[in-house]
């Protein structure tokens, strides 16, 4: 009997165990990826934790979710919210300039030297910088405040310039000032200046003319600039679950990605987006969020409105979620589609998938069939509950992803953004 081992570390545990001790393990051969193909007497399967054998092993994502700690308490709405944040309002205080310094040279036998005060260090700019290894908004705080130039001082001194403060943002993070877009950082390494630091105040030597040999004039730094801005990300994901609240939008997401966002059986679980990532084999990652739940007049702010249809606009596919335990499911498909044109035409237009959730229900089968009839789009049964069929899903996800790709996709610079 031919078993695959997803992971090498099932396999070491199976070696060592008493199936290597009592030869019941008869061949292992190594194939891709460091799973193990092992033939072994039927008998030796009962031994073996179900856990250690997966037939297809699509994502890494599964098997650890099998494999979950079921102590473990689940993180509350309220932290989870914590861990991905896509649009910061933040205010940036440039640091001021320094005084210049009014003082006289003076030394033995040459008691009137003549001024020599020092010009004020410039104050530090705050600029803001696209860094690919960025990933969320989260460590961006809401006041930054530049460093202050030095003031200047006797003996030509001139004040030390404040050091420039980098904010670091991720790629495809749009800076906008009263709606107003103002950058869009999309390559690594590009940076918008923010704020400019104040210029430092000139010392008495520099009012030094042949009119007036001895000033005593010296002027303050002038004060840095003072902005506030808003920071959005344009993309939150590849991909984004829509659907209808209780449609089983979290629970998809926690079967097929390392996310755990809160489930209940209650509408409006979900309050923010989470991202979770699908892996895959070959290191590709795929981030999909799981968006709250939208209802009818969505786009006239009713439910939790419109700016989770925003969050919509931002994922470059989307993954229509329907639940297969209301009477009618492909009205939900035309209500959530409706409501997103309301929002954006063309936003329904995407490259997408129907999943067709709850199939583990007694009446799922028969209203896919029907919902089948409905659509011309490929449908995928799945249930989050069980995790029945979700590697179709994974699977199709990729077909997604690597079209978008080989297209050229839609650019981040495609998505349109509101202000
Ligand atoms: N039988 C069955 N129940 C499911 C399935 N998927 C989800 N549920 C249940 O449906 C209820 C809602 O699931 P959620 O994942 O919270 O739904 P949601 O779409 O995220 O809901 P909101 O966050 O309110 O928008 C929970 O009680 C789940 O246990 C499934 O495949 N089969
Ligand atoms: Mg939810």
């Given at each position: 009997?031919?078993?695959?081992?997803?992971?090498?570390?099932s396999?070491?545990?199976l070696?060592?165990?008493i199936?290597?001790?009592y030869?019941?393990?008869?061949?292992a051969?190594k194939v891709?990826?460091?799973?193990?193909?092992?033939s072994?007497?039927?008998?030796?399967?009962?031994w073996?934790?179900?856990?250690?054998v997966?037939?297809?092993?699509?994502?890494?994502t599964?098997?650890?979710?099998v494999?979950?700690n079921?102590?473990?308490?689940?993180?509350?709405?309220k932290?989870?919210?914590?861990?991905?944040v896509?649009?910061?309002?933040?205010?940036?205080v440039a640091g001021?300039?320094?005084?210049g310094?009014c003082?006289f040279?003076?030394?033995p036998?040459?008691?009137?030297?003549?001024?020599?005060g020092?010009n004020?260090?410039?104050?530090?700019?705050?600029?803001?910088k696209?860094?690919r290894?960025?990933?969320?908004?989260?460590?961006?705080v809401?006041?930054y405040k530049?460093?202050?130039?030095?003031s200047g001082?006797?003996?030509?001194?001139?004040?030390?310039?404040g050091?420039?403060t980098?904010?670091s943002v991720?790629l495809g993070t749009?800076?906008?000032?009263?709606?107003?877009?103002?950058a869009?950082?999309?390559?690594?390494?590009?940076?918008?200046?923010a704020v400019f630091?104040g210029?430092g105040?000139k010392?008495?030597r520099f009012f030094?003319?042949n009119?007036?040999?001895?000033?005593?004039?010296?002027?303050?730094?002038t004060?840095?600039q003072?902005?506030v801005l808003?920071?959005?990300?344009?993309?939150?994901?590849?991909?984004?679950?829509?659907g209808?609240?209780?449609?089983?939008?979290?629970?998809?997401?926690?079967a097929?990605?390392?996310?755990?966002?809160?489930?209940?059986?209650?509408?409006?679980?979900?309050?923010n987006?989470?991202?979770?990532?699908?892996q895959y084999?070959?290191?590709q990652?795929i981030?999909?969020?799981?968006?709250?739940?939208?209802?009818?007049?969505?786009h006239?702010?009713?439910g939790?409105?419109i700016s989770?249809?925003?969050?919509?606009?931002r994922?470059?596919?989307?993954l229509?979620v329907l639940?297969?335990?209301?009477?009618e499911?492909?009205?939900?498909?035309?209500?959530l589609?409706y409501?997103?044109?309301?929002?954006?035409p063309?936003?329904?237009?995407?490259?997408?998938?129907?999943?067709a959730?709850?199939?583990?229900?007694?009446e799922a089968?028969?209203?896919?069939?029907?919902?089948?009839?409905?659509?011309?789009q490929?449908?995928i049964?799945?249930?989050?509950?069980?995790?029945?069929?979700?590697e179709?899903?994974?699977?199709h996800?990729?077909?997604l992803?690597d079209?978008?790709?080989?297209?050229?996709g839609?650019?981040?610079?495609?998505?349109?953004?509101?202000s």
């Open positions: 009997m031919l078993i695959e081992f997803s992971r090498v570390k396999f070491r545990r070696c060592s165990g199936l290597s001790r030869n019941i393990i008869k061949d051969r891709e990826s460091g799973s193990y193909i092992v072994c007497s039927p008998v030796s399967v009962l073996m934790r179900s856990s250690d997966r037939n297809v092993t699509t994502s890494t599964l098997s650890s979710k494999r979950q079921p102590k473990k308490r689940d993180m509350s709405e932290k989870l919210t914590r861990h991905f896509d649009q910061r309002r933040v205010k940036l001021s300039g320094g005084k310094s003082s040279h003076s030394e036998r040459k008691e009137w030297g003549g001024p020599d020092g004020g260090g410039d104050g530090g700019s705050i600029i803001i696209a860094d290894f960025v990933k969320s908004l989260a460590q961006v809401t006041l530049g460093e202050d130039g030095q001082g006797s003996k030509n001194c001139y004040g030390r310039n050091s420039t980098y904010i991720p749009v800076v906008k000032e009263q709606g107003k877009t103002l869009d950082l999309a390559a690594h390494g590009q940076e918008f200046l630091g210029a105040g010392g008495n030094l003319s009119e007036n040999r001895a000033p005593m004039t010296a002027t303050p730094g004060v840095g003072e902005r808003h920071l959005e990300l344009r993309t939150m994901a590849h991909a984004g679950l829509v209808f609240p209780n449609a089983g939008k979290s629970s998809l997401l926690r097929i990605s390392n996310a755990r966002p809160a489930v209940a059986a209650y509408p409006f679980t979900t309050l987006p989470h991202v979770g990532i699908v084999r070959d290191h990652q981030a999909v969020a799981d968006i709250p739940g939208i209802i009818r007049g969505a006239l702010n009713r939790l409105g989770f249809l925003r969050h919509i606009e994922c470059r596919f989307l229509f639940d297969l335990s209301a009477p499911p492909w009205t939900q498909l035309q209500h589609r409501e997103l044109d309301q929002f954006e063309g936003l329904s237009k995407r490259p997408q998938a129907i999943i959730n709850k199939m583990d229900l007694s089968q028969e209203r896919l069939e029907t919902l089948k009839s409905h659509v011309t490929r449908v049964p799945v249930s989050a509950l069980t995790g029945q069929n979700t179709e899903l994974i699977l996800l990729r077909e992803y079209g978008y790709l080989q297209c050229g839609i650019q981040d610079k495609d998505i349109p953004i509101k």
